[in-house]
Each structure stands twice: as C-alpha cells, then as structure tokens.
C-alpha cells in the first residue's frame, strides 16, 4: 500500500487512533483508557446517556410528525366532510356523480347495490371515502 | 420518509434502512458506548474551536440523531455501526469547525468580546468592519502551508519522544508509509497481543502529544 502524500500528518495520526480505538482487544482498549486518566465508567455512562439522548429526541420528532400527520388528515377528512349535503336525496345524486368520475378515473367501483337503501350516514361515509379517492388521485 | 427495506445512497451504495439503524443503534453494548464517547473526545483536540459550540457528549448525540433521522446514512455493506458513527463524529465536527472558521456558524461570543480594539490598542472599532475583511487566498495558502508545517513538526516532536522505544518508532514508520494495522503486525513478526500493546503506547503518545497542542491553543 503507499502512503497518502497528500493527507496531512495529523489526519494521518487521527486515523491511526481511531482504528486502535474501533479495533483494539477491549482489555488494551481500558489500559489505553486508563493510562489517558479517564474513568471507563463515567466514559460508557456518558456515551450511552448521549445516545439514549438522541433516541429519546429522534422519537419525540417522530411521534410530533406522526401527530401533525393525523392532525391533518383529520382537517382534510373534516373538510370533505363539510362538502357533504345534508339533505338524503342530495347525497344521492352525489354519490352517483362521484361513483361515475371514479370509474371514469378507473377505479373500480363495487358498492353501488349494497348502498340502494342505505342509511344517510352510510352515505356520509362512502362519499368522504370517494371524495378521498379522487382527491388523491388529483394530487397524484 | 421512513423505508424499512434495504435503500440506496445517491452513489448506489447499499445503505441501512431506517428500522435497521435503530435496531443498530439500540443494540450497541457498554463497550460500544465507551469506545464510541473516546473517539468522540478525541476529535476536540483536533478542533478546539468546536468547545465553543458544544461538548463531545454532544457531538455523539448529534450524529446518532443525524443516523436515525437519515441525514446521514449508514452504508452497512462496508462497515459496522460503530466505524460509522465514529466517522460520522468526524465529518460532522470537521464541518462544524469549518463553519466556525467562515463565520458560518452561530458561536457564543460575548459583548465583551466584541469590543475590538483597533491596531494602537485604542478605542473599539465596529465589530461589523472587522467580520467584513475577507482573508485572501494568499493568506489561506500561507495558513495551508503553516498547517502543514505544523504537521511535520508534531510528526517530528512525537518521534523524539517515541525515539526511547523502537517498536514503536517501527509501527509509526509502516504506518505513515500506508499500511494497515494487520500488514504491520505481519511484517513486525509480532503476536496479536504484542501488536496492540505496542500499538496501545504508540497511542497514548500521540494522544498526549494532540492535548498538549490543545492546551497551548487554548
């Protein structure tokens, strides 16, 4: 192997510890902390609190994320709610409009006789999951 | 987002997924934190700007995070976590200081310190016009130059000191000559425990010699 000319000395001699460092026998690893004056202990404690730190943080970042996510799918599932017409007859001739665009769109669509006779809320529910649908489609 | 098979880097090199470095991560053991937090101490003395901004414990939480969050990515392929996160450590303080030295980065500096005083030592001149003097490429060859000189003469201080222990003067030399440890072993016909307590001296001395640059920079 030949020498890198062009890294400098002291990059040379950070490489040399931190290779003795990641590789040497754990029993030279503690004499070599050792003879450094510093505590194995307080260094293992210090370094697992640092990455108990980090995971502690990574999760909260998480779950803040997870909870914006939901936050807005609840304000985009209130908002399509919000375009659902209160009255039967409406919702109806929503539903039909919608199941139309959506196989036009090539979705298929199956819940049409399931839904003849069915309950004003259930209406609610099939139109939000169809206004869902063609909103991603259009976001696509 | 989170992926939880096997991704790819921007140079196609096979990285962690997200999952597989916390599970990584959470399942290094005692010896890994102590190993880990060294290194992390070892990079201040190399910049000592960087105690401006932060403490090594820091250093090693802000780059697991980086790891977790994917900002840096493990390439699991060609090394363990542990060798990543420890040249993770490196680059991201190597990048912290360099923000330091362009002014980049944020630093705590008090008013006191912003009181410059101007060539006679008088009055205080406006801190704005000294941050506005850009140094001149000249200036940073010279300062490369002197850096490098500098380099030459810790190399030359630490074989003084080492000059007392040939083994260690032996390892020293194959090592800037570009070969690895294991090579080295071989060609000094040594046991593995006579290489890495040779190689432990050879270390602490080179440690020392780094503090001891830190200390008169501080």
Same mark, same amino acid.
């Given at each position: 192997?030949?020498?890198?000319?062009?890294?400098?000395?002291?990059?040379?001699?950070?490489?040399?510890?931190?290779?003795?460092?990641?590789?040497?026998?754990?029993?030279?690893?503690?004499?070599?902390?050792?003879?450094?004056?510093?505590?194995?202990? &307080?260094?293992?404690?210090?370094?697992?609190?640092?990455?108990?730190?980090?995971?502690?943080?990574?999760?909260?970042?998480?779950?803040?994320?997870?909870?914006? &996510?939901?936050?807005?799918?609840?304000?985009?599932?209130?908002?399509?709610?919000?375009?659902?017409?209160?009255?039967?007859?409406?919702?109806?001739?929503?539903?039909?409009?919608?199941?139309?665009?959506? &196989?036009?769109?090539?979705?298929?669509?199956?819940?049409?006789?399931?839904?003849?006779?069915?309950?004003?809320?259930?209406?609610?529910?099939?139109?939000?999951?169809?206004?869902?649908?063609?909103?991603?489609?259009?976001?696509? | 987002?989170?992926?939880?098979?096997?991704?790819?880097?921007?140079?196609?090199? *096979?990285?962690?997924?997200?999952?597989?470095?916390?599970?990584?991560?959470?399942?290094?053991?005692? *010896?890994?934190?102590?190993?880990?937090?060294?290194?992390?101490?070892?990079?201040?003395?190399?910049?000592?700007?960087?105690?401006?901004?932060?403490?090594?414990?820091?250093?090693?939480?802000?780059?697991?995070? !980086?790891?977790?969050?994917?900002?840096?990515?493990?390439?699991?392929?060609?090394?363990?976590?542990?060798?990543?996160?420890?040249? !993770?450590?490196?680059?991201?303080?190597?990048?912290? !200081?360099?923000?330091?030295?362009?002014?980049?980065?944020?630093?705590?500096?008090?008013?006191?310190?912003?009181?410059?005083?101007?060539?006679? =030592? =008088?009055? *205080?001149?406006?801190?704005?016009?000294?941050? !506005?003097?850009?140094?001149?490429?000249?200036?940073?060859?010279?300062?490369?130059?002197?850096?490098?000189?500098?380099?030459?003469?810790?190399?030359?201080?630490?074989?003084?000191?080492?000059?007392?222990?040939?083994?260690?003067?032996?390892?020293?030399?194959?090592?800037?000559?570009?070969?690895?440890?294991?090579?080295?072993?071989?060609?000094? =016909?040594?046991?593995? =425990?006579?290489?890495?307590?040779?190689?432990?001296?050879?270390?602490?001395?080179?440690?020392?010699?780094?503090?001891?640059?830190?200390?008169?920079?501080?």
């Amino acid at each position: 192997m030949k020498p890198n000319r062009k890294k400098i000395i002291d990059e040379l001699l950070l490489d040399q510890i931190l290779e003795f460092i990641l590789e040497a026998p754990e029993d030279e690893f503690l004499q070599f902390v050792a003879d450094s004056g510093e505590d194995p202990v &307080q260094l293992g404690r210090e370094g697992r609190d640092a990455i108990a730190a980090a995971v502690k943080r990574y999760g909260k970042t998480k779950l803040h994320g997870a909870r914006q &996510q939901h936050d807005e799918l609840k304000e985009r599932i209130a908002k399509l709610r919000r375009d659902i017409p209160a009255g039967y007859e409406d919702k109806k001739a929503l539903f039909t409009t919608l199941v139309k665009k959506a &196989q036009m769109s090539g979705h298929k669509v199956s819940y049409q006789n399931r839904l003849k006779d069915s309950a004003s809320e259930d209406l609610d529910v099939v139109i939000a999951e169809l206004l869902v649908l063609l909103k991603n489609d259009r976001d696509r | 987002m989170e992926t939880n098979g096997e991704s790819q880097d921007d140079s196609k090199e *096979p990285v962690a997924s997200l999952a597989e470095v916390q599970d990584a991560i959470q399942a290094l053991s005692d *010896p890994d934190h102590r190993r880990l937090m060294k290194a992390a101490r070892l990079f201040f003395p190399f910049h000592p700007a960087l105690s401006e901004l932060y403490e090594p414990k820091d250093l090693l939480s802000k780059t697991t995070l !980086a790891a977790l969050s994917g900002e840096r990515k493990w390439p699991k392929s060609r090394v363990d976590i542990a060798k990543f996160l420890v040249e !993770a450590m490196r680059s991201i303080a190597w990048n912290d !200081a360099r923000k330091l030295k362009d002014g980049t980065q944020p630093r705590f500096v008090s008013e006191q310190d912003l009181q410059v005083a101007d060539e006679e =030592g =008088g009055r *205080p001149s406006n801190p704005l016009e000294v941050l !506005a003097e850009k140094v001149p490429s000249v200036e940073d060859e010279m300062l490369e130059k002197e850096h490098q000189a500098i380099g030459q003469a810790n190399l030359a201080l630490l074989r003084a000191q080492l000059a007392d222990d040939a083994d260690v003067i032996k390892i020293l030399d194959l090592y800037l000559k570009g070969f690895s440890k294991r090579d080295i072993r071989r060609r000094l =016909g040594m046991t593995e =425990g006579q290489f890495w307590s040779t190689d432990r001296r050879l270390n602490r001395r080179v440690e020392q010699i780094l503090k001891s640059l830190q200390d008169n920079e501080t």
